[in-house]
Structure formats: C-alpha cells, structure tokens
C-alpha cells in the first residue's frame, strides 16, 4: 500500500509524518506539498508531488487528481495522513484521491506505532 500525505507549511506536525516515512513497509511514499514548502526529510521511497494551495478547491482538486493518477493508477487502496496542511488542502487531496480512484486509510504514527484509524 503506498503511503500519501499533504506537507504544508505548518512544520510543528512535520515530526508525525517524518514518523511514518520513517517506520512505513510503503512502495512508494507521496508528498503533496504546498508550492515553497522546502527542507521536508525524506527517504528514497519519497516523491514530492508539489502543488499551488492558494488555487480554489475545485482548482486545487484538479491539479491534484492531474499530478497522482498516474502515480497510483493500479493501486486500490493507499493510507493517507493529514497530519499537515489545512482544510481546503484536506478536503481536495481526499476529493482527488477518490476521483481517481483509490480507496482511503487514514493512517497515524502513536506511541505504539503505525496505526490505520478507519
């Protein structure tokens, strides 16, 4: 399953998402991340998929669905976080992941590890 999660400029919940590329068993690890969000650690699985969050949602949606379709096309399932980033940022990468389509586990790094909330 590949792990997806939005970066946004809020470095304060960096540390959860650092967590679980850290400790993931993920192919492939999706950043979504907010244009000039820079420094983000990431390992060799990690792409960044870098997009412009000042666009409306139905823009930011489509310029999103655009960017991951070919990323997880074949994929039925990935886990994503939404430990970063705000609203508007939350509900187009969910209303994109599911227009593209792919399921979704909301995923969380607790103290006792990798956990799938849903």
Do not use: C
């Amino acid at each position: 399953m590949e792990l997806v999660a939005f970066v946004g400029d809020d470095k304060e919940n960096w540390g959860q998402i650092s967590a679980l590329i850290k400790r993931s068993d993920a192919e492939s690890i999706y950043l979504v991340a907010k244009k000039g969000v820079d420094g983000f650690p990431r390992d060799d699985r990690t792409q960044i998929v870098e997009v412009d969050s000042s666009k409306g949602i139905l823009e930011l949606k489509k310029e999103i669905v655009e960017k991951m379709r070919t990323k997880l096309s074949g994929d039925f399932e990935v886990s994503l976080s939404l430990a970063s980033g705000n609203g508007k940022e939350h509900m187009a990468l969910i209303s994109a992941l599911l227009s593209v389509p792919v399921g979704i586990r909301i995923v969380v790094f607790t103290k006792d590890g990798i956990e799938h909330i849903n």
